[in-house]
């Protein structure tokens, strides 16, 4: 069965712009998770959805949003990019929301 | 909060020595434990889980922790490592209902030949 997958696997985008990242969970996975991580650093979480609902929500401003699909995948958009966003974004997916399977990640770098 | 400790930034080995990489957690409720690595450039690999049952869980590539209540502990062990091995480990806990996961900062396994 394939892995998680993310889209694209690199971006470069300049302060200000808007960015939409995706993500394919494994088949039968309804929860997805994102997470941030800076370099040098442990992920960070951003957004959980199952079931196309928002079961959590991390410490990240209002610049960032998500959305699940029916069939289960998502994007994650940052709006005003800043030099800070630069890092790699992981999605993760999970049958219920318990063991989470990671993706290869999109590295963002915003000049 | 949850909360998860990585004492350990770095952590030299020679090959075919044993390696303890510790994690603590913090948590008043029941958790969830789980140990990750990460190749450079590269997602996170599942290693190990605890969810429930035996504190002795066995993972991937001769992994193996201990979940220990009372110390509110999980290290990962190997007793011979390998050059492959070298990577960073994250510990990570869930707790409560089906939302975050806690990552702590990392600890990166040096195999040294």
């Known amino acids: 069965d394939a892995g998680v997958t993310q889209s694209p696997t690199h971006l470069i985008k300049t302060r200000g712009q808007h960015v939409t990242l995706r993500c394919s969970p494994i088949?039968?996975?309804?929860?997805v998770s994102w997470y941030q991580q800076v370099l040098g650093q442990g992920p960070q979480f951003i957004f959980q959805?199952?079931?196309?609902?928002?079961?959590g929500r991390g410490n990240f401003p209002d610049r960032f949003s998500a959305r699940q699909f029916p069939n289960y995948s998502s994007e994650l958009n940052v709006n005003a990019l800043l030099l800070g966003d630069s890092a790699l974004y992981l999605c993760?997916?999970?049958?219920?929301?318990?063991?989470?399977?990671f993706g290869p990640g999109t590295r963002l770098t915003v000049l | 909060a949850q909360s998860v400790t990585q004492l350990d930034s770095q952590v030299p080995v020679f090959e075919e020595a044993p390696v303890e990489l510790r994690c603590n957690y913090s948590?008043?409720?029941?958790?969830?434990l789980f140990w990750y690595v990460q190749y450079p450039n590269q997602g996170l690999q599942l290693l190990l889980k605890?969810?429930?049952?035996?504190?002795l869980v066995k993972g991937i590539n001769g992994f193996e922790a201990e979940f220990n209540k009372s110390q509110t502990s999980f290290h990962l062990r190997k007793p011979s490592v390998h050059i492959s091995d070298t990577a960073e480990y994250f510990c990570?806990?869930?707790?409560?209902?089906?939302?975050?996961?806690?990552f702590g900062t990392g600890t990166k396994l040096q195999v040294i030949p």
């Open positions: 993760a997916s999970s049958p219920q929301g318990d063991t989470q399977y």
């Open positions: 088949s039968g996975h309804k929860s």
């Open positions: 959805y199952y079931e196309k609902e928002e079961r």
């Open positions: 948590s008043s409720v029941s958790v969830y």
């Open positions: 605890y969810l429930s049952g035996s504190t």
């Open positions: 990570a806990a869930l707790s409560g209902g089906y939302q975050k996961v806690t």
